[in-house]
């Protein structure tokens, strides 16, 4: 089993940034890849951004290439999402996973979820 906890949302204004944080402990791997996904209210969880422990590939969604980063510390079994230049669209509540294997945008795909941070941006 593998445990994921996010941290790092909150309440921010159109064209600023928040740092999200995904600690992953238990049974953690280097074969996993990680992945934010995020949910917003009347929506289908949609795919955010991937990264492969072992390789350190990585994966965005087209809306959001150039403003989020995605990136892993692990020492700390920990993956973060830099988000830059954030838009009321952006509005969602992310949720951190892992996935035993490499890079996929699918939510099917992923074995361990996270319970969510709410992060939400004011025009």
């Known amino acids: 089993q593998v445990q994921l906890v996010e941290s790092g949302g909150g309440l921010v204004q159109a064209g600023g940034s928040l740092r999200l944080s995904c600690a992953a402990s238990?049974?953690?791997?280097?074969?996993?890849?990680m992945g934010w996904f995020r949910q917003a209210p009347g929506k289908e969880r949609e795919f955010v951004a991937a990264i492969s422990w072992s390789r350190g590939n990585t994966y965005y969604t087209d809306s959001v290439k150039g403003r989020f980063t995605i990136s892993g510390d692990n020492a700390k079994n920990t993956v973060y999402l830099q988000m830059n230049s954030l838009k009321p669209e952006d509005t969602a509540v992310y949720y951190c996973a892992a996935a035993l294997g490499p890079l996929s945008r699918l939510k099917d795909f992923y074995d361990y979820w996270g319970q969510g941070t709410q992060v939400t941006v004011s025009s």
């Open positions: 238990g049974r953690t791997s280097s074969s996993y890849s």
